[in-house]
């Protein structure tokens, strides 16, 4: 099973941007699809974004679509998140999941591994 590390969380203003990470370790990483969630206080986890085991396909949730980028570097074990234009209601913990079939999903019951998280605020 793929262990998972996220990194890049901040602090950041209305309009700015982060790039988050996500290095993987003890696994086949070019065989998996990868996702990245978020949860808000109080609110249920989301799904944000995935990518697929080779990185030609590609999924975002509707309010991120045209500010978010989700891309892999397979050579370098990781799954990266660029966020544009960040609001106040990206404010969440990020996490990082992993999908040994290779095929990616907004349904985060197809992920068997996660990352501990990684904290973004947006301050208006």
């Known amino acids: 099973q793929v262990q998972l590390v996220e990194s890049g969380g901040g602090l950041v203003q209305v309009g700015g941007s982060l790039r988050l990470s996500c290095a993987a370790s003890?696994?086949?990483?070019?065989?998996?699809?990868l996702g990245w969630f978020r949860q808000a206080p109080g609110k249920e986890r989301e799904f944000v974004a995935a990518i697929n085991w080779s990185g030609d396909s590609t999924d975002y949730v509707n309010s991120v679509k045209g500010r978010f980028t989700i891309s892999r570097d397979n050579a370098k074990n990781t799954v990266y998140l660029q966020m544009n234009s960040l609001k106040p209601e990206d404010t969440a913990v990020y996490y990082c999941a992993a999908d040994r079939w290779g095929v990616g999903s907004s349904n985060h019951r197809a992920y068997d591994s996660w990352g501990r998280g990684t904290q973004v605020t947006v301050s208006s």
């Open positions: 003890g696994g086949t990483f070019r065989t998996y699809a």
